[in-house]
């Protein structure tokens, strides 16, 4: 079965679209590494996790409810609105603080464990 250790952190509140999708331009390990750059404090420290809820909030990213930032390789790395991120964790028991806004930007960072 598909698992993961994954992290939500805030995304920095200076980070723009523009420097998310400058990720994908990059070369594998700089790109991490400034994706990396962009998260801010933790919301959800690391968590062991079967696929559902990561997989779930890369087809959001896919269908353009969130943002793939980082895939071919790991780390997956997806941002969204804290709502989107409730919706697709909700299953797996993660909870998202009450005290984050709805609209507010999380990044996952989410790397395979099996």
């Given at each position: 079965m598909l698992g993961f250790?994954?992290?939500v952190h805030l995304l920095e509140p200076s980070a723009t679209t523009a420097d998310l999708e400058?990720?994908?331009?990059?070369p594998y390990e700089v790109g991490v590494d400034y994706a990396l750059q962009l998260r801010g404090d933790?919301?959800?420290p690391h968590f062991?996790?079967?696929g559902?809820?990561?997989l779930d909030l890369v087809r959001r990213a896919e269908s353009?409810?969130?943002?793939?930032v980082h895939n071919g390789g790991y780390p997956y790395i997806v941002v969204?609105?804290?709502?989107?991120?409730?919706?697709?964790?909700r299953g797996i028991a993660v909870g998202i603080p009450n005290e984050?806004?709805?609209d507010q930007r999380l990044m996952l960072v989410a790397w395979d464990q099996s």
């Open positions: 250790s994954a992290a400058r990720v994908r331009e990059l933790v919301l959800v062991a996790t079967i559902a809820g990561v353009g409810r969130a943002m793939l969204g609105s804290a709502a989107v991120f409730r919706e697709a964790l984050i806004e709805d």
